[in-house]
Antibody, heavy 116, light 107 residues
Framework: QVQLRESGPGLVNPSETLSLTCTVSAMSVRNDYWSWIRQSPGKTLEWIGYTSHSGSTRYNPSLESRVTMTVDMSKNQVSLSLTSVTSADTAVYFC??????????WGQGTLVTVSS | DIQMTQSPSSLSASVGDRVTITCQASQDIAIYLNWYQQKSGKAPTLVIYETSNLQTGVPSRFSGSGSGTDFTLTISSLQPEDFATYFCQQFANLPFTFGPGTKVDIK
């Protein structure tokens, strides 16, 4: 079945750029949309945005000025870049397949802490 | 943005109990609502999509209903593996938004 796995640094300095990769297996990234979602400690889920191989991308307006998502078909990966991070960006970041606006499956998530 | 609220925020129940969780949207979202289950330290999993459709592999004791602004997730007979936090999510408008979650724990 389709599996997703996030990877990237667990610690990022304030004002720097958070960069994460989601590796997809058992399915080509070409065949659907892919979202990033985050969950701050003890809080609810926040949709960051989605992207597709065709470049169709939408971001949450609350983060739009700082977010970039891309698809690498050669590596079957989806990436997330979030610039100028602060402590408010500390969260578990998930990637998920966005099929007909429902998120399934999800990766296991990766904790990113913003701290010096 | 469409704001999603859930009630209760937490509940305690026993195995075999019927459990109902409600989700309310700040504006009409028709039937564009999904439900997710999240167990401690794990990623959410899709339980119900488009208000009332059971995701493949999810037991039939789960059901969903509603339309417009008011929705419910019902577990007809709570099982030990159902103790988790449940989130609703609207997809009527961007940005997609989630409810704050309802934690179901053991009485």
């Amino acid at each position: 079945q389709v599996q997703l796995r996030e990877s990237g640094p667990g610690l990022v300095n304030p004002s720097e750029t958070l960069s994460l990769t989601c590796t997809v297996s058992a399915m080509s990234v070409r065949n659907d949309y892919w979202s990033w979602i985050r969950q701050s400690p003890g809080k609810t889920l926040e949709w960051i945005g989605y992207t597709s191989h065709s470049g169709s991308t939408r971001y949450n307006p609350s983060l739009e000025s700082r977010v970039t998502m891309t698809v690498d078909m050669s590596k079957n990966q989806v990436s997330l870049s979030l610039t100028s991070v602060t402590s408010a960006d500390t969260a578990v970041y998930f990637c998920a397949r966005s099929h007909q606006s429902r998120f399934d499956p999800w990766g296991q998530g990766t904790l990113v802490t913003v701290s010096s | 943005d469409i704001q999603m609220t859930q009630s209760p925020s937490s509940l305690s129940a026993s195995v075999g109990d019927r459990v109902t969780i409600t989700c309310q949207a700040s504006q009409d979202i028709a039937i564009y609502l999904n439900w997710y289950q999240q167990k401690s330290g794990k990623a959410p999993t899709l339980v119900i999509y488009e208000t009332s459709n059971l995701q493949t592999g999810v037991p039939s004791r789960f059901s969903g209903s509603g339309s417009g602004t008011d929705f419910t997730l019902t577990i007809s007979s709570l099982q030990p593996e159902d103790f988790a936090t449940y989130f609703c999510q609207q997809f009527a408008n961007l940005p997609f938004t989630f409810g704050p979650g309802t934690k179901v724990d053991i009485k």
